[in-house]
Every structure is written in structure tokens, then in C-alpha cells.
């Protein structure tokens, strides 16, 4: 089979952040497959055709990019971020786990991106110099109580947090939740960091104390993440920086 199929993250916005090894995968692609935001970031050039689908179709994205490949077309999914991130490589591989068994010998890479956990970590500081962990807010796929659970453990176990779609439209009552949760679960006031369409030109960032967090200061192009007890906050002229140490004391 000459075909193949890459799983590309195509970083949080700015080109600059468009890996090399991702670039050269575009380059040879005959085909490009995904939600149609991020296929409308990929150059238009002869010799290749833009499959873009819209969202919460992404088991029937991955078939067809499945087939695409095993036809022997270089077939390109490409997500945002990272593509192993709450995207499109999980997606293809369960498609592909309960797919024909053809599916299984063909050659199937993940390319890395700069997934937006890290962008917006990076904008501040080192905010997530520590432990930490990653929670997706949404529920399409999940239920609600397993997250205010995660989010109680977490805030328990004092890790860092970064929030993924922390709030939509159809559900915009989960991140007041999970504000409420956090106001009463961590027993002491923290940094929160709203990073808004993190690496564009629409980029905010806010950094605000835990307690005089409100539920509109994030939607789904915002990135949150919570410090720790041990977060500091370093003042200067200019934006501050909000760093956590890389140490706890015994
Ligand atoms: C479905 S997840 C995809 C995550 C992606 N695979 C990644 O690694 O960044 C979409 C969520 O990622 C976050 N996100 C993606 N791009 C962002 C950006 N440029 N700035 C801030 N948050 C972003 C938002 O929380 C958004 O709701």
C-alpha cells in the first residue's frame, strides 16, 4: 500500500508554532481531513483536496480519512494543538480498532503540536513548572460527575489544573460548577489564568485571584489553568510572571 495517514497537530494559532515535521507532511499530502477551522489554515495548492466536515462528526472523519489512506492517498487528519490532546489521533484509532482489519497495516504516524495547555503556561510564565494535570470541562463525552470528581481529587491532591473547553454555549453552567468547586476545595486563594485565543490576533490574557474568578471571564476559545498552593506570583513593571517552583518542602 503506498498510502498513508498522518495525525497532525496543528499548534494553537500562529504559524511560527507549525512544527517543521508538520510541514513537510502537508507538503507531500494528497489529502487533508478535519474540522473545518483548522483545514481552512491549510494553503490551498494544486494536487491537493481539502476534506473539511463539521464538528462531532469525528468517528465518520476518521473512516473517511481510513479509506482515503488504504486507497493510497497521503492523507493528512490535521487537529489543533496537539493531536493527541482531546483531538483527532484518539478518534482515529478507535475508528480504526473497530474498523476492517485492511485498516491495521497501513502506515499511520502522530505528529506533535504545540498543544494550548502549554501556549498559554508559556505567556505567563511557568505556571505548570510543577505537577500537575489536564481536564477537558466538557461533557459531551463524559459524565458531569466523574468530572466534579476529578476536580475535587485534583484540588485534594494540590496539582496545577488546566482546563480544555471550559465552557460552551449549550453548557455554560459546568464552569460555574466547577468555579464553586475549586472556591471551596482549595482552602486558600490562587492565580487563575484566563488565556484567550492564545498565539492570534484576538490573544487576551488575564491572570486573576481564585476567589474573584466569574464564569464569563472563560468560553471555548479560552484556556484556564489554576495554580497550585505553592504558585507564586512575581510583580514587576510591566505583566507579572506566575511561576510554580519546581520544589515542595518535606
Ligand atoms: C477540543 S480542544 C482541542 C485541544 C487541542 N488538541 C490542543 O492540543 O490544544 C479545544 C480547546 O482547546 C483550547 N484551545 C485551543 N486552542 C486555543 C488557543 N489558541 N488559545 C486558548 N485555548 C485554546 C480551548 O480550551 C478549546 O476549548
Same mark, same amino acid.
Given at each position: 500500500m503506498s498510502g498513508w495517514l498522518a495525525i497532525a497537530g496543528l499548534g494553537p494559532g500562529d504559524e511560527a508554532l507549525v512544527t517543521p515535521e508538520v510541514r513537510a507532511a502537508l507538503a507531500e499530502a494528497t489529502d487533508v481531513v478535519g474540522y473545518i477551522p483548522y483545514v481552512a489554515r491549510v494553503a490551498e495548492r494544486p494536487g491537493l483536496t481539502l476534506h473539511a466536515s463539521d464538528n462531532r462528526v469525528e468517528i465518520d472523519r476518521s473512516r473517511h480519512a481510513l479509506d482515503l489512506a488504504a486507497s493510497g492517498r497521503k492523507v493528512v487528519v490535521v487537529s489543533s494543538g496537539d493531536p493527541g490532546v482531546f483531538a483527532m489521533a484518539a478518534a482515529v484509532f478507535e475508528a480504526l480498532e473497530a =474498523? $476492517?482489519?485492511?485498516?491495521?497495516a497501513l502506515d499511520i504516524r502522530v505528529l506533535p503540536g504545540v498543544t494550548a495547555m502549554l501556549a498559554a503556561a508559556a505567556k505567563v510564565g511557568a $505556571?505548570? =513548572?510543577?505537577d500537575f494535570c489536564a481536564i477537558n470541562l466538557s461533557d459531551n463525552l463524559k459524565p458531569w460527575a466523574l468530572i466534579e470528581k476529578r476536580l475535587r481529587l485534583a484540588a485534594e491532591a494540590d496539582f496545577a489544573m488546566a482546563f480544555y473547553n471550559p465552557r460552551s454555549k449549550s453548557r455554560p453552567e459546568g464552569f460555574a460548577r466547577t468555579l464553586t468547586i475549586l472556591q471551596d476545595a482549595c482552602g486558600d486563594d490562587r492565580p487563575v489564568i484566563f488565556a484567550r485565543a492564545v498565539s492570534t490576533p484576538e490573544e487576551s490574557i488575564r491572570i486573576v485571584p481564585l476567589s474573584q474568578c466569574t464564569p464569563e471571564m472563560a468560553d471555548m476559545r479560552t484556556m484556564v489553568l489554576v495554580g497550585s498552593s505553592t504558585t507564586r506570583i512575581i510583580a514587576r513593571d510591566g505583566a507579572p510572571i506566575v511561576y510554580t517552583p519546581r520544589s515542595v518542602p518535606a
Amino acid at each position: 500500500m503506498s498510502g498513508w495517514l498522518a495525525i497532525a497537530g496543528l499548534g494553537p494559532g500562529d504559524e511560527a508554532l507549525v512544527t517543521p515535521e508538520v510541514r513537510a507532511a502537508l507538503a507531500e499530502a494528497t489529502d487533508v481531513v478535519g474540522y473545518i477551522p483548522y483545514v481552512a489554515r491549510v494553503a490551498e495548492r494544486p494536487g491537493l483536496t481539502l476534506h473539511a466536515s463539521d464538528n462531532r462528526v469525528e468517528i465518520d472523519r476518521s473512516r473517511h480519512a481510513l479509506d482515503l489512506a488504504a486507497s493510497g492517498r497521503k492523507v493528512v487528519v490535521v487537529s489543533s494543538g496537539d493531536p493527541g490532546v482531546f483531538a483527532m489521533a484518539a478518534a482515529v484509532f478507535e475508528a480504526l480498532e473497530a =474498523g $476492517p482489519s485492511v485498516w491495521r497495516a497501513l502506515d499511520i504516524r502522530v505528529l506533535p503540536g504545540v498543544t494550548a495547555m502549554l501556549a498559554a503556561a508559556a505567556k505567563v510564565g511557568a $505556571p505548570l =513548572g510543577h505537577d500537575f494535570c489536564a481536564i477537558n470541562l466538557s461533557d459531551n463525552l463524559k459524565p458531569w460527575a466523574l468530572i466534579e470528581k476529578r476536580l475535587r481529587l485534583a484540588a485534594e491532591a494540590d496539582f496545577a489544573m488546566a482546563f480544555y473547553n471550559p465552557r460552551s454555549k449549550s453548557r455554560p453552567e459546568g464552569f460555574a460548577r466547577t468555579l464553586t468547586i475549586l472556591q471551596d476545595a482549595c482552602g486558600d486563594d490562587r492565580p487563575v489564568i484566563f488565556a484567550r485565543a492564545v498565539s492570534t490576533p484576538e490573544e487576551s490574557i488575564r491572570i486573576v485571584p481564585l476567589s474573584q474568578c466569574t464564569p464569563e471571564m472563560a468560553d471555548m476559545r479560552t484556556m484556564v489553568l489554576v495554580g497550585s498552593s505553592t504558585t507564586r506570583i512575581i510583580a514587576r513593571d510591566g505583566a507579572p510572571i506566575v511561576y510554580t517552583p519546581r520544589s515542595v518542602p518535606a
